[in-house]
T-cell receptor, first 115, second 113 residues
Framework: DQQVKQNSPSLSVQEGRISILNCDYTNSMFDYFLWYKKYPAEGPTFLISISSIKDKNEDGRFTVFLNKSAKHLSLHIVPSQPGDSAVYFCAASADGDTGGFKTIFGAGTRLFVKA | DTEVTQTPKHLVMGMTNKKSLKCEQHMGHRAMYWYKQKAKKPPELMFVYSYEKLSINESVPSRFSPECPNSSLLNLHLHALQPEDSALYLC????????????FGPGTRLTVT
């Protein structure tokens, strides 16, 4: 059972427009949410995060929105650039059953930004 | 140094072989992780070491054996693997093992024949 879902496997956007990537989760115990970006042949790199006590966090062109009642978060990239073309993973963290924190990843959305 | 390095980049092994994957970081991070990622799937957590102690084992089969010799190094010992264990194995680290961001290595692409 997937606890973190990214229902769009891919998204294509024109350069300069807004990219919106969506993520849904099922576990209300998640306290912290993160977005990672992954280029081919590289590991995921951290992009932006948000705590469950906030509903918005902004960092330059990247903004993450959290709707706790809907168990939904989204990543907005504006303006989109060709270099943003990558796979974007949504992730959520919670206490593990035996101590420590677990991070659960979604399946990823491949973003294509067309020049 | 803000890198997590992993060796080897690629590994092909038979089902009777014993091999090890290595991971190293010099950022002073006190938590290190192993993830397994199959094609078009999310990274799946395998193990978490926090302050050099195993804190999470996600019911991983015993043919995978993690080891944390010191705070900078993390190994994954492999023995009697199955073809379905073929995947990308990612190592990550974080400052303290909390809920914050993790720093990932490029991964080891493992093929079991």
């Amino acid at each position: 059972d997937q606890q973190v879902k990214q229902n769009s496997p891919s998204l294509s956007v024109q350069e300069g427009r807004i990219s919106i990537l969506n993520c849904d989760y099922t576990n209300s115990m998640f306290d912290y949410f993160l977005w990672y970006k992954k280029y081919p042949a590289e590991g995921p790199t951290f992009l932006i995060s948000i705590s469950s006590i906030k509903d918005k966090n902004e960092d330059g062109r990247f903004t993450v929105f959290l709707n706790k009642s809907a168990k939904h978060l989204s990543l907005h990239i504006v303006p989109s650039q060709p270099g943003d073309s990558a796979v974007y993973f949504c992730a959520a963290s919670a206490d593990g059953d035996t101590g420590g924190f677990k991070t659960i990843f979604g399946a990823g959305t491949r973003l294509f930004v067309k020049a | 140094d803000t890198e997590v390095t992993q060796t080897p980049k690629h590994l092909v092994m038979g089902m009777t072989n014993k091999k090890s994957l290595k991971c190293e970081q010099h950022m002073g991070h006190r938590a290190m992780y192993w993830y397994k990622q199959k094609a078009k799937k999310p990274p799946e957590l395998m193990f978490v070491y926090s302050y050099e102690k195993l804190s999470i084992n996600e019911s991983v089969p015993s043919r995978f054996s993690p080891e944390c010799p010191n705070s900078s190094l993390l190994n994954l010992h492999l023995h009697a693997l199955q073809p379905e264990d073929s995947a990308l194995y990612l190592c990550a680290s974080s400052p303290s093992g909390g809920m914050g961001e993790q720093y990932f290595g490029p991964g080891t692409r493992l093929t079991v024949t």
